[in-house]
């Protein structure tokens, strides 16, 4: 599905933010990305996402080089406040993107609110995004997402800005919605906890430059539960592992798969 | 460049606690109602004036109430049927809003094409910006000599001294509002395929729009006093060729009266294009009534 290879950016003249960054992602698959703040994580999916050129190194998405955004890719950005267009309806947020689906409005809107139902938001359809609270209008972003029939998807911290309750609640909304659309997902975060509960593989960055210094196969139960998963042997030595990795201590010659 | 964003209702929270969600009541309404309970020292002032003017008998100084009689009498004691309008009103009227809204409006439409222009490539401000920056410095009755001997007098130097006057704010607001659209609402827009023209309407403008509106309302506060300067110079008919003819003939109190028509003019033209700024830019003072 996704190849990076040997992908590298620096920002002008300053010291490069990635190196040869190697990646792949397979059909179906929800790997994390996680990583040290300031690592270059958001640089790195912008340039997966073809929202920047890379320096050096190139991206594939089913096998055709990246040069501007694909098609078949919706990102889902941290920033929905932002992200959100505040003059236009939820509805007319989530039906924006399908038209380049070229389909007439009826076939728009009902889409629309097909997408607003699979994330639970049926009754905001009306409301505009500021009308909503953080974790709703983050639902809305995704549910946008959704909408577009993407193949692949990208999650740039997604669920950052809000609070702990209703991070857990997006999480299985997320696992929930993969699970229905089949969807490949590429979800950063810096959130390890996260990163192993929602992923099938964690792919752990080093800072300055960023490298990949780990790829940690999750080997956890597909249905998972925020309680009984996060209590598991497996899970507890995978974030710790993923804890290590992350802050540095284990040795930077970690095998790379 | 620098923009005007001024001082104007849509960048305050509608509703008294700015944390309601809808503004209650008609909006024109409320305005009327608002005004009233400031209306007091207006009538305290008239008052004065009107005690002092008859104490005095000053030719100069005519009472309120006999330049409320004149002005009923010039413009406003026509038949019904002309909504009470009088011929002197329509002959008055008539070219003034004309030029005045023509003015206004080819300056809206060419500023805000040369604005979107700007406000995207930045290779055009570059090349752009001295010529911008002395046009608008230049002060727009100066163009009036320059007009005249081009148009010769009658609406067409009217109308081009009050387009060119009034440019200037449409043009720099826009192109700063389009400059500074959010950089993640753009890419939001590439991510799905939103480009061209589609991209333009449904998310640079109206990310733009507050900006715009405000561009507009001052232009259209320029276009009355341009209206009105144009008029004063080279014309024979008009409000401001009203004023002129009645200073000439010593007509003080019909003088007066015109007056007054133009500030009620200016007050009218700015509550209906805030009431129209109100219906396009809600979501704009809704959200941020809630954000603050």
Partial sequence: MLEVANLSHA????????????????????????????CGKSTLLRCIAGLQAPTAGQVRLDGKPVDRVPDNLAVVFQDYSRSLFPWMSVRDNVALPLRR???????????????????GLPDAAAKYPWQLSGGM?????????????????????????????????????????????????????????ESVYVGDRVVVLSKGPARVRADLWVGLPTAR???????????VHLRAEVGRLVRGREAADEPKS | MTAITGDHPAERPTGTNGRRRRPTGVPGLRILTGGAARLWLVALLVGCWEIIARTKQDAYFPPPSTIVRVFHELWFSGPATHLFLTDKALDDFQPSFVNLFCGWALAAVVGLALGILLGRSSVAREILDPVLQFGRAVPPPTLIPF?????????QMQISTIAFGVIWPVLLNTADGVRTVEKLQLETAEVFGITGAARLFRITLPAAA???FAGLRVSLGFALILM??????????????????????MELPEMWAGIVLLGILGCLFNAVFALVERRFLSWHSRARGLDS
Avoid: C
Avoid at chain 1, 22 to 32: A, K, M, N, T
Avoid at chain 2, 147 to 155: E, L, R, S
């Fill in chain 1, 225 to 235: 539960d925020q309680i009984t998963t996060r209590e598991l042997p497996e899970f």
């Fill in chain 1, 11 to 38: 920002y002008g003249d300053a010291p490069p933010v990635l190196s040869s960054i190697d990646l792949e992602v397979r059909p179906g698959e929800l790997v994390s990305i996680v990583g040290p703040s300031g």
């Fill in chain 1, 101 to 119: 689906r070229r389909k007439n409005r009826a076939q728009r809107q009902e889409n629309a609110m097909k997408a607003l139902e699979s994330v």
């Fill in chain 2, 210 to 212: 507050p900006k715009i």
């Fill in chain 1, 137 to 193: 209008q983050q639902r809305v972003a995704i549910a946008r997402a959704l909408a577009y029939g993407p193949e692949f998807m990208i999650m740039d911290e997604p669920f950052g800005s809000v609070d702990a309750q209703t991070r857990e609640d997006l999480e299985d909304l997320l696992l929930r919605v993969r699970g229905n659309s089949g969807m490949t997902i590429l979800l950063v975060t810096h959130d390890i906890d």
């Fill in chain 2, 147 to 155: 007009f005249i001997v081009v148009f010769d007098f009658g609406a």
């Fill in chain 2, 228 to 249: 009105v300067i144009s008029e004063l110079i080279g014309s024979t008919t008009g409000i401001g060729a009203h004023l002129i003819s009645s200073q000439q003939g």
